[in-house]
């Protein structure tokens, strides 16, 4: 399997797609936004740049990284003689089915479809496929080309062959597969969410401040991010969707968003992609901190 589909050039889509390139694979970049492909394509363009930096890469490595990659704005096209489609298109249940459902008619029989989805059931997603043996979930984490972690997600119906071929790519992609079951959350965020969200309720407790809650994680339980920074850079309108849909799907309080939180994504203070979260985000400061990451 040397030719893959990425759906959706947004923060995942562009990292998904410059990992599998970066690797030798043909990537086919593919969103309903030219302007998003332009940004995807500088965004991992400068990303590559920090690693020739670095001297993690050649210059020669990164030209044939970008020249692995093409992008299209046509699903149809784009997806057409590949063996595996790696969605990452924005986090909504109705989209996802519909693209899912055009996969299913676009591309061949045994072509593997992969949602990168953060919360969404991977069963559900199957559901609407004539082939949910061949449908999984492959979670990258932000920033994918550094991140090593891959959940991947089973579905209640996908076979253990689809797996094991998406298990040996992902190490073939130099990444850490973790196998994991279809429930709420998967493992990562059933995990990080609760943490976030109990972060969130002692600031709006009143028992520390940001920057306090923040010290305490990183210095005393050795984390390299605060949990409040971190929110901010998943996006505080992302975790709080995840919370909603570990609430529903577990009936249980416990996953209850803090109201801090609620009424933070209704006043459009969603962290780093708005300019404003816990934190505050200049443009600068933003780089900057992005730029850390890939250090
Ligand atoms: N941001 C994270 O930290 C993170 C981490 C893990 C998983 N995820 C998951 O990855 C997925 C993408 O998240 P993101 O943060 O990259 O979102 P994003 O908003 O940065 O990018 C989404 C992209 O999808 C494109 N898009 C929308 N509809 C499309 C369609 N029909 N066809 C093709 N492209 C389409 C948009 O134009 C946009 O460029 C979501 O499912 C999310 O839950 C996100």
């Known amino acids: ?57 050649s210059e020669a490595d990164k030209q044939n990284t970008l020249n692995n990659i093409t992008t299209y704005t046509n699903l149809e096209e784009g997806v057409a003689s590949v063996g595996l489609v790696v969605e990452a298109a924005t986090e909504n249940l ?4 519909k693209i899912f459902k055009d996969l299913d008619t676009f591309c061949a029989a045994d072509t593997i479809l992969a949602s990168n989805t953060s919360s969404i059931s991977i069963t559900k997603i199957a559901s609407v496929t004539s082939r949910p043996e061949l449908v ?9 080309p550094i991140m090593k972690l891959v959940e991947i997600i089973k579905g209640y119906s996908t076979s253990q062959e689809t797996y094991t071929i998406v298990k040996e790519l992902s190490e ?38 940001v920057k306090e809650i923040d010290t305490v994680m990183m210095l005393g339980m050795a984390h390299p991010m605060g949990p409040l920074a971190l929110a ?20 249980n309080p416990k996953y209850a968003p803090c109201p801090l939180l609620v009424n933070m994504v209704m006043a459009g203070k969603l962290g780093a992609k708005s300019g404003e979260g816990f934190y505050d985000y200049s443009e600068n400061r933003k780089a900057e901190a992005v730029a850390k990451m890939f250090q």
């Open 94 to 97: 109705d989209l996802k089915l």
């Open 232 to 251: 901010d850079f998943i996006g505080l309108d992302v975790c709080l969707s995840i919370l909603n849909v570990m609430y529903d799907g577990f009936k």
């Open 1 to 57: 399997m040397k030719n893959v589909a990425v759906i959706g050039a947004g923060t995942m889509g562009n990292g998904i797609a410059h990992t599998f390139a970066q690797s030798n694979y043909k990537v086919n970049l593919i969103d309903i936004s030219q302007a998003s492909l332009d940004r995807g394509m500088a965004t991992i363009s400068k990303n590559l740049d920090r690693m020739v930096a670095k001297e993690k890469i």
């Open 136 to 144: 999984i979930g492959m979670h990258f984490m932000n920033p994918v």
């Open 172 to 209: 073939k992609l130099h990444k850490v597969p973790v196998e994991v079951n279809d429930y709420p959350g998967f493992v990562a965020n059933r995990i990080l969410m609760p943490m976030i969200n109990e972060a969130i309720e002692t600031l709006y407790n009143g028992v520390a401040g």
